[in-house]
Structure formats: structure tokens, C-alpha cells
């Protein structure tokens, strides 16, 4: 498998590297936190090592970012720290595993199996985008342009509504429904400037309902 290893300790990077390649595994090493968040953007891997303390951009960082843009890639986050806390944290964040250095190469091998056998995330997770707003129908977690969002729960009803109808109108009255008792119109205009920040608007159907517009090309997908 295709293995991204996040690792600012040569040493031990090289030592890691090593030993999974020995495994027929094909291992892309980087020492930046930074560079890690953009190759994981555009090349896919079946699993990623990911230090916690990097140089550019954290390890929980990272995962967090994955996991906001829907990804399911299986994670073991590998730390020095080992904390409880910090143990708690990383799984929170997203991380499938956590491993404390130091630790020995049959037992990172063992955990990463253990991951992928209990199927870790590698069914992509039930994510709705609409250009730069991501809903993880799971985890109910929102992100747009990659940043958290958050959202009452009568809001994220709202938005799961339009985004599914993926620029198609829907009708107030369903919408409505959606918000139990009080008028769409007030979620609406809650919406419409932290929408219209990131190039989404939400137009209004005169005598219809509402429907997820992008202002900019495309449906908002400039990346
Ligand atoms: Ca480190």
C-alpha cells in the first residue's frame, strides 16, 4: 500500500520507512506539517503515519483537516507524548490509532493491520459538498472553505436540505418543516452572510422555496 509517513525525526523516519518498505510497501516520507496538508489534497494514499509534533503544521492539525474534507484515510498519529489526554485527543480529532514513542516497528505494523481490519475509514465517509461547504452527515460536522462551521441544529437541518438538492429548488414548505415552528426566513438570513463569505448564496424562488447558489464559476469548486 501507498503510505504517507509524516515524520520530523530522521532517524526514526528513515528507520520506519525502511522496515514497512521491507514490507513491499510504498512509503512518501515528508518532515513538514505544512507540505503533508497539501500533498494530502491532491495524491491519495492508503494510509498515513503522522507525527504529532511537526515543524509548518501540527499532527492533530492535519487529521483535523482530513477528516473535514471528508476523507477517509486511516490515521495512526505517532507522538511522544502519552498523555491520556492527549491520547483521548488525538482519537477525537479523527486519528484511527495513536502509538506512543518509543515503540517497536512489529507493533506499528500490528496496529496498522489491526486498523485496516476493522475497516478503519476506508468506505469514504457519507459527506454532501456544495462547492466550498462540506456536511459529514456522520460525525455532523460542517466545514466551509475547510474551515469548522458551526451550526445549531435547526441550521444544519436547513443546509443538509438544500445542499441534497444540490442547486435544485427546494420547497419552503419542506424547508418549514425543517424548522420546527419558527420561520424559515430567520435561518435564512442567519446563513446568507456566513454563506456569501465563502461565494454560496442562498437564493430566494419567489412563491417556491430556496436553492444553493455559487457566485463564483462552477458550483464554488475552485480547488
Ligand atoms: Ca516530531
Not at 161 to 166: G, H, N, Y
Not at 181 to 203: C, D, Q
Request: charged share 30%.
Amino acid at each position: 500500500m501507498k503510505v504517507l509517513l509524516v515524520e520530523d525525526d530522521p532517524e526514526l523516519a528513515q528507520g520506519v520507512a525502511r522496515f514497512l518498505r521491507g514490507q513491499g510497501d510504498e512509503i512518501v516520507h515528508l518532515a513538514d506539517g505544512m507540505q503533508a496538508d497539501q500533498l494530502l489534497q491532491t495524491d491519495a494514499f492508503d494510509f498515513a503515519l503522522i507525527d504529532v509534533g511537526l515543524p509548518g503544521l501540527g499532527g492533530y492539525e492535519i487529521v483535523r483537516r482530513i477528516r473535514n474534507r471528508g476523507q477517509g484515510l486511516p490515521v495512526i498519529l505517532i507522538t511522544a507524548r502519552d498523555a491520556l489526554d492527549d491520547r483521548i485527543y488525538g482519537l477525537d480529532v479523527g486519528a484511527d490509532d495513536y502509538l506512543p514513542k518509543p515503540f517497536q516497528l512489529a507493533e506499528l505494523t500490528a496496529r496498522m493491520r489491526a486498523v485496516l481490519r476493522r475497516g478503519g475509514r476506508s468506505e469514504p465517509r457519507n459527506v454532501l459538498s456544495f462547492g466550498p461547504l462540506n456536511l459529514d452527515l456522520e460525525g455532523r460536522l460542517a466545514s466551509l472553505d475547510r474551515q469548522p462551521m458551526a451550526l445549531t441544529a435547526r441550521e444544519w437541518d436547513l443546509l443538509e436540505a438544500l445542499v441534497a438538492a444540490d442547486g435544485r429548488t427546494v420547497p419552503k414548505e419542506k424547508l418549514q418543516a425543517e424548522a420546527s415552528g419558527n420561520a424559515v426566513e430567520v435561518y435564512v438570513s442567519r446563513l446568507r452572510p456566513r454563506l456569501e463569505a465563502a461565494g454560496l448564496k442562498i437564493r430566494t424562488v419567489r412563491g417556491f422555496g430556496y436553492r444553493l447558489e455559487s457566485t463564483v464559476c462552477g458550483k464554488g469548486d475552485a480547488d
